[in-house]
């Protein structure tokens, strides 16, 4: 499960990016079969937050905005149990690809793009994005303060966790699961060792293990903590052979 909080135009719009299987395992350790009915999910799903924020407005750990101080949270609350809730289910597709690439995409992002950044004039900056309405390409002039706030609002709090995972590949669970769905269906997965420095070069093109002068590979030869940068270089120095 992936959060969102951004829209195509940056404004606040929170919504979760849930990818499940269509099925799962029984207290036998067995695989059971999972249909997904759009219209009954969405009734639960309903049900699900609304109860879960009438608990935490009732034990007073539930953290009200401003503008809704004043209201009856109780009545609101009626009041969207009367209101369609917009659960999307997408189709399964037999090939797991196009969704790792989907929700790959999703998973760790900026709120925009620097391709849909077209142009700043010192005050205002111009910014494309795809209108859902019109299924078009439009456009948004903010002055850079608003474009900024609009920004950084969608940053997370340090430590806040974007991406969570459930069932049998919880953290504290899918060591002793996962091997079990794996021999459920006949699939052996795949031994695959990471080098750490083939990844950052991978990632910006940048080997981390070359020298930046000369070129030539770097060997491991100390380890120290608490030095300044000057120190870090003056010890460099005069122990480089």
């Not at 504290?172 to 769905?181: D, E, M, Q, S």
């Amino acid at each position: 499960m992936a959060i969102h909080t951004f829209g195509r135009k940056l404004n606040w719009n929170i919504h979760l990016h849930v990818s499940v299987t269509r099925g799962g395992l029984t207290e036998n350790n067995t695989w059971k079969d999972v249909f997904y009915n759009s219209k009954t999910l969405m009734k639960m799903w309903r049900y699900a937050i609304i109860k879960l924020l009438r608990k935490k407005l009732s034990d007073g750990t539930l953290v009200i905005p401003a503008e809704l101080q004043n209201q009856d949270l109780y009545a609101l609350f009626d009041k969207q149990y009367k209101k369609y809730w917009r659960v999307h289910c997408a189709k399964p597709h037999k090939n797991p690809k196009k969704d790792i690439d989907y929700l790959g995409r999703y998973i760790k992002r900026p709120a925009i793009a620097n391709s849909r950044l077209l142009h700043y004039d010192g005050t205002e900056v111009l910014f494309k994005y795809l209108n859902h309405r019109t299924k078009q390409q439009s456009y948004s002039q903010l002055h850079v303060f608003d474009f900024s706030s609009r920004f950084t609002q969608h940053i997370p709090e340090q430590g806040f966790r974007m991406v969570r995972y459930f069932g049998f590949l919880a953290n504290r669970l899918r060591g002793k699961l996962l091997p079990i769905v794996s021999k459920l269906f006949n699939h052996e997965p795949k031994q695959t060792s990471f080098i750490w420095h083939a990844i950052v070069k991978f990632k910006i093109g940048i080997n981390p293990l070359e020298c930046v002068l000369c070129k030539s590979h770097l060997v491991f030869s100390f380890l120290c903590f608490g030095l300044s940068i000057k120190q870090i270089i003056i010890y460099a120095l005069f122990h480089t052979t």
